[in-house]
């Protein structure tokens, strides 16, 4: 008998594969004619994905400049006092 490996079954484990299995839900409908849905949302949950990291990527460089701004514009406010 083999023996279960609990790791597999942690909380983690739907949460990172549901664009996934969404996806693929979406996608067998779509073959199937049960839903008429544009490809766009069929494909959606993959690139929402995509679009969900690209928009964090881009805020984090954002905040990163504006903090390095403030650092360099507060030094020479410092040196010129």
């Known amino acids: 008998m083999k023996e279960i490996n609990y790791e ?3 909380p983690g484990f739907v949460s990172k594969n549901m664009p996934l299995i969404l996806f693929l839900i979406f996608l ?3 073959l199937t004619k049960q839903i008429d849905w544009s490809w766009w949302w069929v494909t959606s ?3 929402i994905i ?3 990291a ?3 990527i881009v ?3 954002v905040v990163s ?3 390095k701004f403030l650092k360099k ?3 020479n406010n410092q040196n010129t006092n």
């Open 8 to 10: 597999d079954f942690k």
């Open 28 to 30: 067998v409908l779509k």
């Open 45 to 47: 949950p993959i690139w």
């Open 50 to 52: 995509f679009l969900i």
């Open 54 to 56: 690209l928009v964090l």
């Open 59 to 61: 805020s984090s460089l």
């Open 65 to 67: 400049f504006v903090i």
């Open 73 to 75: 514009d507060g030094n």
